[in-house]
T-cell receptor
Framework: NAGVTQTPKFRVLKTGQSMTLLCAQDMNHEYMYWYRQDPGMGLRLIHYSVGEGTTAKGEVPDGYNVSRLKKQNFLLGLESAAPSQTSVYFC??????????????FGPGTRLLVL | AQKITQTQPGMFVQEKEAVTLDCTYDTSDPSYGLFWYKQPSSGEMIFLIYQGSYDQQNATEGRYSLNFQKARKSANLVISASQLGDSAMYFCAMGSGAGSYQLTFGKGTKLSVIP
């Protein structure tokens, strides 16, 4: 049981390049989330998904797209990377949203540097 | 809108002593949940403890306890008998029951345990 995994762990991009971050979970969770963490700040939600085939915008969605073609995978795409997207990206998942007590479990993070 | 405030950017504690990390929150939703996560230098986010707004008793998980004062809108984390391995960033987060799926995070407190 690996929990939540993220690929890659670290990536350097040039401005304008594109890339996809992959998140996978083996806990059969319905809900998945992408956050970004910047220095001196907590995590901010980019996009989330409440089930296979669904996605929705979070707090800071601009410049990102997501897809959830399979229940266990949640992809985050950057079509044209900008230096402002230099950050640490965390994926998380939760079983459901039955009330507010559902814990989100996080992946190890992906460090992205955009030059 | 939800807001989490952690006023202590950094804290020091002597090994084996107890320490309290402050967290205040703001929400107009009567149903909400409060979470604490630990982020060691390795970067992963580790769930520590949860408190629901309707819970009558303060949550406890091993050496972690949550001092929940609803009228003051505070949810302070208490770590008893600090260990060197407790040195990390600690984030307070809130999820509400108002249809929002995201966790709102504070900016974190860096705890350093001194031998």
């Amino acid at each position: 049981n690996a929990g939540v995994t993220q690929t890659p762990k670290f990536r350097v991009l040039k401005t304008g390049q594109s890339m996809t971050l992959l998140c996978a979970q083996d806990m059969n969770h319905e809900y998945m989330y992408w956050y970004r963490q910047d220095p001196g700040m907590g995590l901010r939600l980019i996009h989330y998904s409440v089930g296979e085939g669904t996605t929705a915008k979070g707090e800071v969605p601009d410049g990102y797209n997501v897809s959830r073609l399979k229940k266990q995978n949640f992809l985050l795409g950057l079509e044209s990377a900008a230096p402002s997207q230099t950050s640490v990206y965390f994926c998380a998942s939760s079983y459901s949203r039955q009330g507010v007590g559902e814990t989100q479990y996080f992946g190890p993070g992906t460090r992205l540097l955009v030059l | 809108a939800q807001k989490i405030t952690q006023t202590q950017p950094g804290m020091f504690v002597q090994e084996k002593e107890a320490v309290t990390l402050d967290c205040t929150y703001d929400t107009s939703d009567p149903s909400y949940g409060l979470f604490w996560y630990k982020q060691p230098s390795s970067g992963e986010m580790i769930f520590l403890i949860y408190q629901g707004s309707y819970d009558q008793q303060n949550a406890t998980e091993g050496r972690y306890s949550l001092n929940f004062q609803k009228a003051r809108k505070s949810a302070n984390l208490v770590i008893s008998a600090s260990q060197l391995g407790d040195s990390a960033m600690y984030f307070c987060a809130m999820g509400s029951g108002a249809g929002s799926y995201q966790l709102t995070f504070g900016k974190g407190t860096k705890l350093s345990v001194i031998p």
